[in-house]
């Protein structure tokens, strides 16, 4: 049998591991417990109740279960308590049921069975002075609540009205003695034309229209500066120096805006004093506006103040008539 060197060195090399191998297993001993004979002898019952640390636990379990019992204890009278004036409420209802089926029996029982429909009386029930009060302010509120919008309206309307009216007429007489002045102020008119005559031409239609006022003194340029005696006059004389017609109309439309400018102005101011705060709160319509709605508010918050009252009667009302359904 022919053995080969390799098998021998396969052999070999498990072989040499299993020789040098250092692992070690740990082994855990079983090591029994066994109870000596003072550990007997603590537990017993005499060594027992003697230790202080169960004497300490003994008593602190004995007042925490005093603590409980008198805790539940209290609970206890309170629960006995409310279950009491429970029950003696409910008593009182039956003896108060009974009392009242009583009453209306015997009522009843002194009535006569015979009674025919000729014989009840028709009562007329009156209605108390509360609830004619609470009618009364309800109409009265329903009333003044449609009035005073109404009467805003037209005192606002009225007002606004009566504003523009004059602030539009102060404008058209300060426009109109606006244009009449700056004419008068123009160099030399006067001694070609009496004043009369540009007071007449100025009117609340024309006083701020540029092309009627440059017409005007085109006019009094052309028939008064083309005679002979008028044509050395300070006015013709200053319209030829500065610049002829052309200046001259230049001078109306300036007179035009002038005019235009002081109406606007004055309506403006006129206006805004018409419509301020107090001018609004001098005028009787928005004074007389103001009392009625003071007015209406009272009558409203008494018959708040009636209704809330007539309501905690009649709730009060339901439950004596539940007390005596049940």
């Not at 301020?276 to 005028?283: E, H, M």
């Amino acid at each position: 049998m022919k053995v080969h060197y390799i098998n021998i060195l396969f052999f070999a090399l498990p072989l040499n591991i299993l020789v040098h191998n250092k692992n070690k297993q740990s082994i855990i001993p079983n090591t029994q417990t066994n109870r000596s004979l003072y550990e007997c002898e603590l537990y017993a019952p005499v060594n027992y109740d003697n230790d202080p640390q169960m004497k300490y636990v003994m008593d602190n379990f004995n007042k925490q279960t005093q603590q409980r019992f008198h805790e539940y204890d209290d609970r206890m009278i309170e629960k006995r308590k409310q279950c009491k004036d429970k029950c003696d409420k409910e008593i009182q209802k039956i003896i108060l049921k009974d009392k009242l089926e009583k009453q209306m029996a015997q009522q009843f029982a002194t009535l006569q069975t015979d009674i025919q429909s000729d014989a009840i009386p028709t009562c007329v029930c009156e209605k108390s002075v509360a609830d004619k009060m609470e009618k009364g302010c309800l109409r009265c509120v329903r009333n003044l609540g449609g009035f005073i919008p109404s009467l805003g309206m037209i005192g606002g309307s009225a007002l606004y009205g009566a504003a523009v009216k004059s602030s539009m007429e102060l404008g058209i007489k300060m426009g109109m003695q606006t244009a009449v002045t700056s004419l008068k102020e123009i160099w030399g008119i006067t001694s070609l034309i009496d004043d009369t005559v540009i007071e007449k031409f100025v009117t609340p239609i024309n006083y701020c229209n540029k092309t009627s006022i440059i017409e005007f003194l085109k006019n009094i340029n052309s028939n008064s500066c083309g005679s002979v005696t008028n044509a050395k006059s300070l006015f013709c004389n200053a319209v030829s120096r500065t610049g002829g017609v052309e200046r001259l109309a230049a001078r109306g439309a300036d007179i035009a805006d002038i005019a235009r400018f002081e109406a606007a102005e004055a309506a403006s101011q006129k206006f805004a004093q018409m419509t301020s705060v107090s001018a609004i709160f001098s005028d009787p319509v928005v004074i007389s506006a103001i009392a009625v709605l003071t007015i209406a508010v009272i009558l409203l918050i008494i018959y708040l103040i009636l209704r809330y009252r007539r309501k905690k009667k009649m709730k009060k009302k339901l439950q004596y008539i539940k007390l005596l359904e049940e």
